[in-house]
């Protein structure tokens, strides 16, 4: 760590349904169910498209149905489901992640928690947020608009403190 890198960085975070949301797609379409919905939707397409004339009306209802799922249905319902989960009090309250040397330190409604670096799973950087995985069940979310002018410096005291193998993106 550099001497002019702050020794703790604090944000607030208070998430809202479209964060959830965003964060519900990179996690439904990572990996190979992403890849399955790729090629799902792709040949539903092609075969909408490319053997139209020879589809009689049903099976062009039921390609275009295919085509629908991933890129239409699941986000709808997606996004159904964190509105929903955006209302409950562990997210509407706001949540307090404070970043230094010794760890992450997690307050929220008058409770903390404090992590060591190498209690964390591994950060995720993704176009619109920062993704810290605790473990498979656990996540922390940072927007990047929460990081403000402080990104670089922030993304320079996650390459200081978590080894490369537990850091995407960075």
Known sequence: MTDKMTKEMRFEVR??????????????????????????????????????????????????????????????????????QAKTPAIAEPMYLTFKEEGLLVEQSGQEALFTWEQMGRMDKKPTMIVLYMDRV??????????GERQEEFFEMVKAYLPRERRKGF
């Open 138 to 147: 656990h996540a922390y979310l940072l927007p990047k608009k929460v990081l």
């Open 15 to 84: 998430l809202t349904a479209k964060e959830l949301w965003q964060f519900s797609m990179y996690h439904a379409n990572a990996g190979a169910a992403g890849m399955f919905n790729l090629i799902f939707t792709a040949a539903a397409l092609f075969l909408l498209v490319f053997r139209w004339g020879m589809l009689t009306a049903a099976y062009r209802l039921l390609m275009f149905g295919c085509v629908l799922i991933f890129t239409v249905l699941q986000p709808m319902l997606l996004y159904g489901k964190v509105r929903r």
